[in-house]
């Protein structure tokens, strides 16, 4: 070949080249629209907020070329089934609380908290670096999805009671209303506990068909009303210690996006993992003195209560792992890393925490 | 015109419009380079760790289109000068903690922490929804520049004191390695604060040219191995409760970005952030332990000396306040969010706290 010749076909060689970079920037940046259903309802603008942050920081970071369609709960799916719309890919992804499919596996109480799990910092560290992802995701993978980090609600409230409750023995024969699998641990302390919706909470409260109800925190709570019906107000919801949302998407959908979608979509669920802890920072102390003001009498747990539950809490997770591999797992990953942790946050951040609690004055 | 031109026509058209197109799509994301400086040297992987994973977040994010490349401090610009560098467009954006240029204006002092400040969930929310963005970057403008969360490190450490300190009067004459404006509070306290770069701090605290110096927390400070020579290791670091670290970008550069790389910045400074706090959460612990197995004592500051020092923090910050207008904003945005904030905080988060601390044994 001469030298001409070889230019020339190296020349046709780069026009080629160029010919096949238009369409690898199509690849790279497709339109594509998924659909994200939420176990929440518009209301909770907390929660749905957090997901909505999530979706509008995709379509941000991509120029609108990946676009999510946030639904709430009931909209496409109802609230508690996001997880099986998104295995059957019914939606793309959806944005909920994994604990609500501890009946299917308890397992799935890791990707939001587990009874005496951490609080929001430790348990987030545990699923960014400490492990927790990976083991979760391999868990989820059985059900065709995986997972990101997408929100966080901090430490919840024991809920609300119609009479104080100051020995484990006024436990006994409660009837609380307490979602998932906590209500396990309640049971083993004398509880009885029941399951209901947001709405139905109130009247049940009111009639005195059951004695006592936990929801979220003050923000949340101060919209059901309960304080007017229940009005003594416990801490710590030790059940929900740091409680994660996650978005769950379906594998297939995961698995064939160009992997820059994939990381948009990581980063904007840091976003607003951040933005609804925010959030919830900024409007729970509002709503607390709000709820104080209505009459609302804040106690804390007495220490033999939250012993007991502790002790409950212990040998019920430590039952579930004599029978379940998959729990097992994830509990020793998660303890060891929260023990761990904690070891060192007890040093530096608990000091200055008490003493800065001790020193504000709002 | 007959039937077959138009079509024709219309094809033309239809090229025409296919033409436009990509150069739309090659605005939206154009190729990009940026340098990005930052005040830590690389074997710092918590601090130039959180900057690099910001970075690699915007090139997977864009698919490479948009390129950072970080340098550690000295590399192209000296370590305290990130500001500068930015401002002068050296460099078009930097990761630093802002209180390295209290010497330029105090007000810099809340882009990280305040002495007394809150810890870094409420230090965070303040930034993200409660005015402190706004605020801080109406105040940074006049230095040409913007900011970005990009990074925490918690609760930091009080540092190694060559002797006991049991009383305020025991900081009297003592000469304290004490970094910006927090060594103004030490010295309202008796102490003689000086300031020496880390690799600096071994040699003095060996000959008691200091008495004591702070550097970050267990992690960071095993580095420079202060145990051997100043064995008492003090908690909390309270001049700096839950420290920020932004990332200062240009403000003509910020300007210029495409929307789209404007929100892909942010959402990978959300992701480098909680990556740094799930950093330090999972390496401290373990690097705690290996200082105490060294020999290392760990003591709470005493009351009286917290007392003291909480009085002269908020002494230093009315008084500054009184002759400067844009450090009285930005410190009474932070307060007022702050005592808010706090007093919700102090419900859940702190009993719960306190509780898992005492039952978590790893």
Redesign the interface.
Known sequence: MKRRDFIKVTGLGVAGAAAVA?PA??Q??PEIKWRMTTSWPKSLDTLHGGAEMMAK?VG????NKFQIQTFAAGEIVPGLQVLDAVQSATVEMGHTAPYYYFGKDPTFTFGSSVP?G?????N??WY???GGRENLNEFFRSYNVTSL?AGNT????GGWFRKEINSVEDLQGLKFRIGGFAGRVMQKLGCVPQQLAGGDIYPALEKGTIDAAEWV??YDDERLGLYKVAPHYY????WE?GTMLLAFINLDKWNAL???YQ??L???G??A???M???Y??V???A??KLLAGGTK?H?FSAPI?EAS?KAARELHNEVSATNANFKKVYESLTS??????????????????????????
């Open positions: 238009s920037i199509a790279s940046m920081m941000e970071a991509t120029d005496f951490p609080n929001m910092r430790i987030q560290a960014t670096l400490g980090l901090g430490c919840q409230m925190g003050p801490y710590p919801g030790w210690g160009p992997k820059s990381s948009v990581e980063q904007a840091h976003l993992n951040n933005w802890m925010a959030k920072d900024s729970n102390p509002m607390l003195r804040l804390p939250m502790f890393f929260s023990n761990n942790s904690y070891s060192w946050f007890q040093v530096a951040e608990v000091g200055y925490d008490n003493f800065m609690a001790r020193h504000s004055q709002s």
